[in-house]
């Protein structure tokens, strides 16, 4: 990997900090019903701050705090969780491919919340049960990568490439066997994934695995350096391997998971964001992992933004961030020849 910084990482962290607020603002305001910037900060301060009554604009109001604020925070969590996630796995398994999705946890979670809707269990329902498979696809993965009391990483990789074509074949399953009057579209909808079923209480549920999973990676991001070494190497430096890739392990597979459990199949954000990251900043987690919240959570907050307010009807998300970070990531590794690898 080129660990040389790209960018001044100092002089970049005041933007990265403010853009995920100043995007937050624009993307409130945005949709078929359009308000400004200004508009959109005043009834959110006055909101907040004085209730609903000190609000003139009572369709403003109402826009913004029941319909758009849910979607936009959990927008954020996703894109800032799934990128963290991406880059933890990364730097764990020193694979820069390596990402939920290709590990199996997106597969295991997705069957977990397909089973649930198959037997119309409500929202609460589908969230717990898409944790629990989440969760469970992990643990097995980890397992088959378990020898000799040793993790090995190739086998794990292997592992979770095996699980999530098994996955996939039990959700085809589920798809089969659904009512196709009724559950078969509600399965097929909710696998392109959207962010329209946000309310607070869904947030109230998922949100403190995203939130809890993401403080802990940023808190251990330095480490995340000493477990892209070999183990041996790792252990000379005084750091327990075995306990780190587990707390790593737990911790981005309940971001996945809870990010799956809440708005379906999110596809490229665990990949593409912290390779971007990477390109910009180098290869040190210090820098990569609080980088990867705020473009991650820029980056969900213009796909959601798009989803809904380009067409009338709304376009499902993993069609957007395909369509768009395919080409990225093409263009990025044409241009680079893959050294940011």
Do not use: H
Request: hydrophobic share 60%; aromatic share 10%.
């Amino acid at each position: 990997m080129n660990t040389a910084s790209k960018l001044p990482y100092k002089a970049a962290l005041p933007f990265l900090v403010v853009l995920p607020f100043a995007a937050a603002i624009a993307c409130l305001g945005m949709g078929r019903f359009y308000l400004s910037a200004f508009e959109t900060a005043e009834i959110l301060w006055r909101g907040i701050f004085f209730g609903r009554d000190a609000v003139d604009n009572a369709l403003g109001y109402s826009v913004i705090f029941n319909i758009r604020l849910p979607r936009i925070i959990l927008a954020v969590l996703i894109g800032a969780g799934l990128s963290v996630a991406g880059a933890a796995f990364q730097a764990m398994f020193s694979n820069p491919l390596a990402t939920a999705d290709t590990l199996g946890v997106t597969a295991g979670a997705s069957l977990g919340a397909c089973i649930a809707l198959l037997f119309r269990f409500n929202l609460i329902g589908v969230q717990l049960m898409a944790l629990a498979f989440g969760l469970a696809a992990m643990l097995l993965i980890t397992f088959l990568g378990r020898k000799n009391g040793k993790t090995n990483i190739i086998m794990m990789i292997l592992g979770g490439i095996i699980m999530a074509s098994m996955f996939s074949a039990f959700l085809s399953l589920v798809r089969y066997v659904a009512d196709p009057e009724d559950i078969l579209p509600t399965i097929t909808f909710w696998l392109m994934g959207s962010l329209a079923n946000a309310s607070y209480q869904n947030l109230l549920l998922g949100a403190p695995f995203i939130i809890v999973g993401t403080v802990v990676l940023y808190l251990l991001r330095w480490k995340l350096n000493i477990l892209s070494l070999n183990e041996e190497e790792a252990q000379t430096l005084g750091v327990n391997v075995q306990a780190m890739r587990l707390v790593v392990i737990i911790c981005a597979t309940s971001i996945a998971a809870s990010s799956v459990s809440m708005a379906g199949q999110v596809g490229w954000v665990g990949l593409l964001i912290p390779l971007i990251c990477r390109m910009l900043f180098g290869s040190n987690n210090q820098r990569i992992v609080p980088a990867c919240i705020s473009i991650g959570a820029v980056f969900m907050l213009i796909i959601d933004t798009v989803a809904r307010a380009a067409t009338a009807a709304e376009i499902p998300i993993t069609i957007l961030t395909a369509t768009i970070g395919a080409p990225i990531f093409i263009v990025l590794l044409r241009r680079t020849g893959g050294v940011w690898l």
